[in-house]
């Protein structure tokens, strides 16, 4: 066992979670380690593998699941699994840091429950479903119909806020950044 701790950011995409965890992961004083995910997506344009995501076949991940070696894994959309790998975790609290997640919510609530005490679990909200349209069309990585496919599982996702421990608004970034970074600084330096 050791101290690390966990903080799931977990939030609908094109909400802005990524961008916060970014900036935190900029904040050396955090300690803060990003968990890589493995995801048996196609890989988009700039992505590194072993550095956004460790992307595995579908044959790869599905032979994973049978060896009970996620934390938690998910079919966030059809044929796109997505999950932690339980050595990811053991590898950064071997570095003496906390584990920073950007994942999506069913996953997020897992990491929860699986590590009461340890985690902090934050969903940020985006304003409002005709926003967090458009901000996923103004970032021209998905067709149409993928858009679609990401709002509708949107709307779904947002009733399940309440089950965070916390909720920020993400209506204006500069405030979101501080709110998070003061939210975690009050986390990681306790107890
Ligand atoms: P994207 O394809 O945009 O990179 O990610 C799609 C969704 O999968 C996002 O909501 C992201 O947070 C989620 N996701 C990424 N990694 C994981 C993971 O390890 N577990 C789960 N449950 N969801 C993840």
Redesign the pocket.
Known sequence: MNNGKLIVF????GSG?TTIVRHLLKQNELNLEF?I???S?EKRGIEIDGKD?YFLSLEDFKSNIKNDSFL???E??RD?F???LKTEVERIWALGKHVI????V???L?IKRKFPEQTLSIFVKPPSIDELKIRLKKRKTESEDKINMRVAKASAELATAPLFDVIIENDNLDKALNEAYQLVNTFVTAN
């Not at 977990?10 to 995409?13: E, L, R």
């Not at 997640?101 to 999506?104: A, K, S």
């Open positions: 977990s939030a609908p995409s979670k968990s995910s493995a995801t997506r995501y938690e894994w998910e966030v959309y796109n997505y999950g932690t997640f950007d994942i999506d069913s996953g997020g897992r």
